[in-house]
């Protein structure tokens, strides 16, 4: 090794005394000679031994050489400093791709049991009132109830919540009339909000996707 670069730095006319430092074994206090080299002598002593790599460099050189671009891709690298830079650049929006990844199957199985819950709800019949499908959504009503009047499900009118009629034609809400008995003796009819189940299955996906996006 110390042969070749010595024969390296006399083939490139660079003075072998400007490289070489001193080091003393820590065992035996011998001295030995070393050579401390920069980045570009060492890739250069190193493809000296390595025809894969040398053969690379080459080849590199030969298509920029070939390109016929008046203005050179500033996205092509044009040293071998560039080339390394490049690669490892790659490498590092490959990690980041691979934890985004592992990130994402980290939320599905997190979110798995609840999509299942809902996936079994949406084959049920009948319907709940809000407050019970807040519960089942695993949300305060509040935010529920804010969510569909800011998505045209519902609409207030005087004390009650009422359906928008594309929801109940979809099957997505209903109404029921619900019979009140007052301390008068009297009874009076009104009308009850209430989410299907298949209105259910869609809010959780609507809900998961806009909390995801939060």
């Known amino acids: 090794m110390v042969r070749d670069i010595e024969k390296m730095l006399k083939d490139i006319m660079q003075p072998v005394e400007g490289y070489i430092q001193t080091w003393i074994h820590p065992q035996n206090g011998?001295?030995?000679?070393?050579?401390?080299?920069?980045?570009?002598l060492t890739l250069n002593l190193i493809t000296g031994y390595r025809a894969d790599m040398r053969l690379k460099i080459i080849d590199r050189w030969l298509e920029l050489e070939?390109?016929?671009?008046?203005?050179?891709d500033p996205r092509v690298p044009r040293t071998l400093s560039e080339a390394l830079r490049l690669a490892a650049d790659q490498q590092d929006r490959i990690a980041a791709q691979a934890d985004t990844i592992a990130?994402?199957?980290?939320?599905?199985?997190?979110d798995a049991p609840k999509v299942s819950a809902l996936a079994r709800i949406a084959g049920t019949e009948g319907s709940i009132d809000m407050r019970q499908a807040a519960k089942n959504l695993q949300v305060k009503p509040i935010l529920l109830r804010n969510f569909m009047r800011d998505r045209r499900w519902i609409y207030r009118k005087g004390e009650h919540w009422l359906a928008y009629q594309t929801k109940l034609d979809s099957g997505l809400l209903?109404?029921?009339?619900?019979?009140?008995?007052?301390?008068s003796g009297r009874t009076k009819i009104v009308t009850?909000?209430?989410?299907?189940a298949k209105g259910i299955s869609r809010l959780g996906e609507m809900l998961h996707g806009w909390g995801a996006a939060r």
Do not use: C, D
């Not at 009850?192 to 299907?196: H, I, S, W």
């Open 192 to 196: 009850r909000l209430r989410v299907t």
């Open 103 to 110: 990130q994402q199957q980290v939320r599905i199985e997190h």
């Open 66 to 72: 070939a390109s016929t671009s008046p203005t050179p």
């Open 174 to 183: 209903e109404h029921k009339l619900v019979t009140l008995h007052q301390e």
């Open 30 to 40: 011998r001295e030995y000679r070393e050579f401390l080299l920069p980045k570009n």
